[in-house]
């Protein structure tokens, strides 16, 4: 029964890894038959396809290309992110300042008019004509 099971999985492994191979394989790279063909032939016959694969239509020698990135691998590595970066925080402080004035404009507007103060209430007695009497 133990031995049906391990073969059952060795069966099913092989068959994965040969079938997982052969679509990760460059189709210009592929020996004997087409790519298409060769999946074919690992569904239809299982282990014997993945053993032909192995055998017969695997490229030979070729280690899996890497994938080299052109671009940075960090944002801290792009120099257009730091100066975005930098323009953003230039606008950040504009915008704070202008914010700033705005309110200490509002701030001036709500106390009223200019020369409008305490001291000019209009009475005749309390102002200073500069009339010598």
Not at 66 to 90: C, I, K, Q, W
């Amino acid at each position: 029964m133990l031995f049906r099971v391990a073969l059952a999985v060795a069966v099913l492994v092989i068959f994965v890894y040969g079938l997982v191979d052969v679509i990760r394989t460059d189709a210009r790279l592929t020996r004997g038959i087409s790519k298409p063909a060769w999946i074919i032939v690992m569904i239809v016959l299982p282990v014997i396809g993945a053993i032909l694969w192995l055998l017969i239509g695997r490229p030979r020698n070729t280690a899996p290309a890497r994938r080299t990135y052109s671009g940075p691998t960090a944002p801290d590595d792009d120099p257009d992110f730091l100066r975005n970066l930098e323009v953003r925080r230039r606008k950040q402080a504009e915008a704070a300042r202008l914010k700033k004035l705005k309110d200490e404009l509002e701030a001036k507007a709500e106390d009223g008019p200019a020369g409008a103060g305490p001291d000019s209430t209009g009475d005749a007695d309390t102002r200073d004509t500069g009339d010598v009497k």
